[in-house]
């Protein structure tokens, strides 16, 4: 048996009654897995025997040397009740199978989605060798994931909002990456890319998807089908947030082309074809980026792509705001009580533009944030926030619908909340944007004295005219921020009337979790 990667599960969508997911391998060349899966469970109590396997066919996404990429399509009809199937992957002899391949269980949501239970997590890795000393256990937080999938019924849906994989490294460990890096400013701009380095980028990217992507992290992405969005870290540190004549240089160029084959092939599972002859097709809501969106039962899911497109003073295209909220107002009326909006870096958090200058007093400051420009609070795009917090706004009162933030990236935890008094009705659900960050389940915090820092300047920022932004403090633990790794969870709770929404942050070093409810309209 040599699967040397996966399986990595992936969600594709929700359509007529069918839960449509994928697992995704690697593997040798010289191997034809076959995954077979059943159904071997049905409700929440009562167990029947596995039904016939249905075997799913593989479809090959890549070959790299002596490797290749598999794709396995998994169909399965929704119920009234919840489900569990299991799948396996096996060989022309059985006996080579090994057995962390065979019945691994996938929880399948009912039909109307009613309850469906998600996680969302962020950086895993680490921005530099020395974050790796500071960890004791670098998985710790992937092994309460899986604890807690195990013991709380399974979660459906694992939605990771940037930096599955940390990229930075090339500047040191690809040889030409590294000559050309040293060469005078210049000589970097007139450089064309060598076939060798185009070569050496490209094994850069697969190896690195790999290596990152083993043990405990793999298990909980081989259990729980998974939706991915990629951050600067997965093509290298602070895409799109350099000067126009560095980010258009010819290598630059190149890196993102082949970050972005490979965070096609292994988080968005497309084949490089399919990337390369580009059109606009579900779940992809955009014409020339990744941004996409899922209608699950009365929950609306929309995930940003701010890494494609951005610049030194745009984060998303004129365009593809139009494509994004174009595919938002087609949504009807009443349709959906709760709309999630999943955006790497937070809308909703401190202002960076006036610590500034204090940073680099800081020990440690560059763990807290490697560009400030990053941020959508820096001058150059709080006039692109302004509109989108305009938008999301007139979304829920136009929809009557719930609207949620959820983001990572500033490796701390934390919770905001944006607040409209304009036009009366002040209190109402519909005027009241939550924004949960989790951050991050492997990259450590940054120091104390930042923390401190952080709890400081966390005044109420002045929007607009009638509308506040603010971090508030968990309730009940008279803190802003969570200076230790963790991930959320996200489970609709069908029993209650209101039909709420719990976020827990499942934090190192706590027995129980921080909790904020979100009551749906």
């Not at 139009?322 to 999630?340: G, Q, R, V």
Request: hydrophobic residues 35%; glycine residues 6%.
């Amino acid at each position: 048996m040599s699967i040397t990667m996966g399986p990595i599960l992936g969600f594709k969508k929700n359509e007529n009654d069918k839960w449509k997911i994928c697992a995704l391998i690697v593997e040798d060349k010289d191997d034809n897995h076959q995954l077979e899966w059943s159904i071997t469970k049905r409700g929440t109590k009562s167990v029947t025997p596995a039904e016939d396997n249905r075997n799913a066919k593989p479809k090959t996404l890549l070959e790299h040397r002596n490797e290749r990429v598999t794709l396995f399509d998994l169909e399965i009809d929704l119920e009234n009740e919840e489900l569990e199937i299991r799948y396996s992957f096996t060989t022309e002899s059985d006996s080579d199978t090994d057995q962390k391949y065979k019945d691994i269980p996938i929880h399948i949501p009912q039909k109307d989605i009613a309850s469906i239970r998600m996680a969302f997590a962020s950086c895993n890795g680490f921005s530099t060798r020395k974050g790796t000393q500071k960890i004791d256990d670098i998985n710790e937080r992937w092994k309460n994931l899986k604890r807690i999938h195990e013991e709380n019924g399974g979660y459906q849906l694992l939605m990771l909002g940037g930096d599955q994989i940390y990229a930075d490294s090339i500047w040191d460990v690809v040889p030409s990456i590294k000559e050309w890096s040293e060469l005078n400013k210049e000589d970097r701009q007139a450089y064309k890319p060598s076939s060798q380095m185009r070569k050496e980028i490209d094994d850069f990217y697969f190896y690195l998807y790999k290596s990152a992507w083993q043990k405990e992290s793999a298990e909980i992405m081989g259990r729980i089908p998974t939706l991915m969005m990629w951050d600067d870290h997965d093509i290298f540190d602070g895409w799109g947030s350099y000067p126009e004549e560095q980010q258009n240089c010819e290598v630059y160029n190149e890196i993102f082309k082949i970050a972005r084959k490979y965070f096609g092939i292994f988080q968005l599972r497309q084949s490089a074809e399919s990337l390369t002859q580009w059109t606009q097709s579900k779940p992809f809501i955009c014409n020339k980026q990744f941004t996409f969106g899922h209608l699950l039962g009365k929950t609306a899911l929309l995930i940003l792509d701010t890494r494609s497109e951005r610049s030194w003073d745009e984060v998303i295209s004129n365009q593809s705001w139009k494509e994004i909220f174009d595919w938002l107002n087609d949504i009807k009326k009443s349709s959906i009580k709760h709309l999630l909006v999943v955006t790497g870096v937070p809308v909703s958090y401190v202002d960076f533009n006036s610590v500034e200058n204090t940073l680099d007093w800081i020990p440690g400051q560059q763990e807290l944030e490697d560009d400030l420009r990053d941020h959508w609070r820096h001058e150059d795009h709080n006039q692109e926030r302004l509109r989108l917090i305009h938008r999301l706004l007139r979304f829920a009162n136009d929809k009557l619908c719930r609207v949620t933030i959820v983001s990572g990236d500033v490796h701390v935890g934390a919770l905001g909340v944006i607040e409209s008094t304009r036009g009366g009705n002040t209190g109402s659900p519909t005027n009241i944007i939550n924004q949960l960050i989790s951050s991050a389940i492997v990259h450590p915090p940054p120091p104390t004295m930042v923390n401190i820092m952080l709890e400081k300047l966390s005044d109420v920022e002045q929007v607009d005219r009638g509308i506040t932004s603010e971090l508030i403090k968990f309730p009940g633990t008279g803190k802003r921020f969570i200076r230790s790794r963790n991930w959320l969870s996200l489970a609709l709770d069908k029993e209650d009337p209101e039909e709420r929404i719990w976020a827990e942050w499942h934090i190192e070093g706590k027995r129980k979790p921080f909790t904020k409810v979100i009551h749906s309209i």
